[in-house]
């Protein structure tokens, strides 16, 4: 297994552009998850998902989009960049009840 | 006030040094996770803990579900234990988690 991936590790975007992060887990996991992390503050859920074909929302969806069509991706949609979205992104998984397994991140800025 | 508040949150300390980091929440729990973040930004799973103690290597975690509150024990620390160590719980029937700002802990040589 390679664990949770992530790319890209880097991106630069200009106001009002959009992209997607993409997220692929190979462990089979259920539960998958975005996280923001901003400078000295905590990680913040952004969405969250318990299977293929369901996602919530977490504590700072506004802003973002999520889709689950496979067990194993999880994509994050920016749809308009703001600099508010400047941030390093983490993409996770779990089973059930378990210890979370946390990609390397994306570093986001928006300028 | 955040559910989870971690203390303290800046700590530098020489190698060797016994270390204790601190993690006070205020909801109910299922459990409590020690996660670290090296200074790269990768994060690592430490410890998840719904009782008692655990213990891997120089680690050990343990937790007070009455006083709600978790310790997070380096014993000899060396330099390349440096790192962010965030605590974080998951709330009784729901797999989100909740965090706390982060310790950063720095051990000098």
């Known amino acids: 297994n390679t664990g949770v991936t992530q790319t890209p590790k880097f991106r630069i975007l200009k106001i009002g552009q959009s992209m997607t992060l993409q997220c692929t887990q190979d462990m089979n996991h259920n539960y998958m998850y975005w996280y923001r992390q901003d400078p000295g503050m905590g990680l913040k859920l952004i969405y969250y998902s318990v299977g293929a074909g369901i996602t919530d929302k977490g504590e700072v969806p506004n802003g973002y989009n999520v889709s689950r069509s496979t067990t194993e991706d999880f994509p994050l949609r920016l749809e308009l960049a703001a600099p508010s979205q400047t941030s390093v992104y983490f993409c996770?998984?779990?089973?059930?009840?378990?210890?979370?397994?946390f990609g390397p991140g994306t570093r986001l800025t928006v300028l | 006030k955040n559910e989870v508040e971690q203390s303290p949150q800046n700590l530098t300390a020489q190698e060797g040094e016994f270390i204790t980091i601190n993690c006070s929440y205020s909801v109910g729990i299922s459990a409590l996770h020690w996660l670290q973040q090296h200074p790269g930004g990768g994060i690592v799973s430490l410890f998840m803990?719904?009782?008692g103690k655990k213990k891997h290597g120089r680690l050990i975690a343990t937790i007070n579900i009455q006083e709600k509150h978790s310790s997070l024990h380096i014993t000899a620390s060396h330099p390349r234990d440096s790192a962010v160590y965030i605590c974080?719980?998951?709330?009784?029937?729901?797999?989100?988690?909740?965090f706390g700002q982060g310790t950063r802990l720095t051990i000098n040589p």
């Open positions: 974080a719980v998951s709330r009784w029937g729901a797999q989100k988690l909740v």
């Open positions: 996770a998984s779990s089973l059930v009840e378990n210890e979370q397994f």
């Open positions: 803990l719904s009782s």
